[in-house]
Each structure stands twice: as C-alpha cells, then as structure tokens.
C-alpha cells in the first residue's frame, strides 16, 4: 500500500464509450500526475497537477481529459479512445512538484483495453 | 532530444550481486531517481542522488556520476524477490521526470 488508490483495476470499453478512472491519495501530498505505460516502454508523463492547477500537459489528445477537483482527489475522463491507447494508467502523488527529493508514490494502475 | 538509455533485461543468481548501469543524456539535471516495479505493481521509490557519489540503503546502493551522466544501481546478496524491473528517471531542468524503459531483471536460484 503506497498510499495512492486506482479504480477500477481493470476496463475493457469499446472505442465509442465514456469512461473515468479515478485516483485518489491519503498523503496529504499537493501535486499529482498522470502517466502511461506501455510495454517495454518508459513512462509518459501525461498530466500534472499542483494544488488543483494543471501545470503540465505533455501534448495528450483530447480524447483524454484530466479533472483534479481538490489536492486528494484526480480524474482521467476517456471517450471516443483508439485501440493504441490500451495501456497502464499510474496516477502518482508527491510532496510538492518541484524540489528536494520529492519522490512520487504510484498507485497500483489502471489496465485500460480498448477494442 | 532527452534520453535514458538502461539495459532491457539482466540475469543474476540467488545470494550473487548486480548492477543495473543507467546512462542519461537531458536538458538539465536536477536529481536522479531509481524505483522498483514488481510485474503487476506500481513502481516504489528506492534511491535519489543529486550530488556525485554513492548511497548505501541496506542491501541496495545508488551511485551517481553527473559529469558523465552515468549511475548504477547495486544489489547486494540478490534474493528471489528482488526479481522486478528497475526503472530509471531523471528530474530535467523544469523538474520533469524523464524515464528510462526499465531493466527486466531475473534472479535464478
């Protein structure tokens, strides 16, 4: 337990659906971020946010659409998704964005297929 | 562009040491960063090293050289749980983490 919860664990949608995973950290951390990852591939970086303000977003199409409602709570809204964008989906909290050694906690991911 | 290069996949055997190199080449450093990832997990943080030099934890230690863009990563006395990948990352100059692919590795007993 890292401190950080996914839900769910595991989607299987159909390219023309809606969906969200949702995040949510108990480590009263201030920034959060999205990332994917991919086979044999190293993290992307998809979205971050520092106190509840988007601060970076790494050219994500927009059929992904991040919400961070408070500190403690993050959102990936999915629609119209291609088949290329089945991946894990980690969200991540840390202390602050930048600074010290601010590691990030991950939580356990998203497995996202889309067919 | 930013690059963190780490081999794909290592083999080492119960009780024996390994190190897991990772070379970087980025826009600015400001922290270098080694996580665990056990297959189906999330990755856990294990080192930082911002300064040159070596950190010991236990039974893993970090090393850092920032002039060559160089660290490892060793395991000592390697036990059948160590079997994970190791992942890599970078903190640029505008703080972003850039990451390696990770390096699968295998311990036999």
């Known amino acids: 337990e890292t401190g950080v919860t996914q839900t769910p664990r595991h989607l299987v949608m159909g390219m023309t659906n809606k969906k969200s995973l949702k995040c949510e950290q108990h480590?009263?951390?201030?920034?959060m971020y999205w990332y994917k990852q991919s086979a044999k591939k190293p993290l992307e970086l998809m979205f971050v946010y520092n106190f509840k303000e988007q601060t970076e977003n790494n050219s994500v199409p927009s059929r992904f659409s991040p919400e961070c409602p408070n500190s403690s709570h993050l959102f990936l809204h999915l629609h119209t998704l291609q088949p290329e964008d089945s991946a894990l989906y980690l969200c991540a909290s840390s202390q602050g964005e930048t600074g010290g050694s601010y590691e990030q906690y991950f939580g356990p991911g998203t497995r996202l297929t889309v067919t | 562009g930013q690059n963190i290069d780490q081999p794909t996949e290592m083999t080492a055997t119960e009780g024996a040491i390994v190190q897991i190199n990772c070379t970087y080449q980025t826009s600015g450093f400001n922290g270098l960063f080694w996580y665990q990832q056990h297959a189906g997990e999330a990755p856990t943080f294990l080192s930082y090293?911002?300064l040159d030099g070596l950190e010991e934890k236990g039974r893993f230690s970090s090393f850092l050289s920032r002039s060559k863009g160089y660290s490892y990563l060793l395991l000592k006395e390697l036990q059948m749980k160590d079997s994970a990948s190791y992942l890599c990352?970078?903190?640029?100059?505008?703080?972003?983490?850039?990451w390696g692919a990770g390096t699968k590795l295998i311990i036999k007993p």
């Open positions: 090293n911002v």
């Open positions: 480590l009263g951390h201030n920034a």
């Open positions: 990352a970078v903190r640029d100059s505008n703080y972003q983490l850039i």
